[in-house]
């Protein structure tokens, strides 16, 4: 089956430093990319959408300055959260998809923590 | 706009007894609707999809146009049910999941 790889699984680093998160489809081509974010007990939230080769597509409220996507081949996207800080601290999961029809595969997801 | 309706945020249910999940959408073209599982420290990963109306792990779908739905059930509960589970809506450009619903499973 479709297999997405996401790392680090667990992060903590100090405020103000800059955090890349990477999403790698490992046997497929993954045209498009999302990137959530799941609060504790609550839903996801999608952040950023990312095609391969284009600029993410980020959702409302969203700080595109803030998270850095790029999706530079069909098989790698990264989220680098800038100059982080404690409220950034959260759980981050991408997922990737072959096409337009396909389910999204999702990874293991990414704890950030921010001190 | 709410995309998809998951109106039970909690739903507790006895082994053995039938469960349904709710799920609503909010789409004028042709909707392609999936319903995802997360396990207690688990990934997410895809349960169905309604094209290809199959039961995987006896849960079964039906999306319903006339009553925009794509409801997930189980006649027989079991305790390995327990978990998350999302509805999500495929409109080609987009991804819209629900807010999710805790299914816990009593023995």
């Known amino acids: 089956g479709a297999v997405v790889s996401q790392h680090p699984s667990w992060v903590i680093c100090k405020s103000g430093t800059s955090v890349k998160i990477e999403c790698r489809s490992l046997d497929f081509q993954a045209t498009t990319m999302f990137w959530y974010r799941q609060f504790p007990k609550q839903s996801l939230m999608l952040m950023a959408t990312?095609?391969?080769?284009?600029?993410?597509?980020?959702e409302q409220g969203v700080e595109k300055d803030k998270f850095l996507i790029n999706h530079a081949s069909l098989t790698l996207s990264t989220l680098t959260v800038t100059s982080a800080h404690p409220e950034d601290s959260s759980f981050y999961i991408c997922?990737?998809?072959?096409?337009?029809?396909?389910?999204?595969?999702f990874g293991d997801g990414t704890r950030l923590s921010i001190l | 706009a709410q995309r998809v309706t998951q109106p039970e945020k909690l739903l507790s249910v006895f082994k053995g007894a039938p469960v349904e999940l709710k799920c609503n959408y909010s789409y004028s073209g042709s909707p392609e609707l999936f319903w995802y599982v997360q396990y207690s420290r688990q990934r997410l990963q895809l349960l169905l999809r309604?094209?290809s109306r199959e039961s995987i792990k006896g849960f079964t779908a039906d999306l319903n146009k006339g009553e925009t739905s794509f409801h997930l059930k189980k006649p027989f509960a079991q305790e390995e049910d327990s978990a998350m589970y999302y509805c999500?809506?495929?409109?080609?450009?987009?991804?819209?999941f629900g807010t999710g619903t805790s299914l816990t499973v009593i023995p």
């Open positions: 999500a809506l495929n409109t080609g450009n987009q991804f819209y």
């Open positions: 997922s990737a998809r072959e096409g337009g029809g396909q389910p999204q595969h």
């Open positions: 309604h094209i």
């Open positions: 990312s095609n391969e080769g284009s600029k993410a597509t980020y």
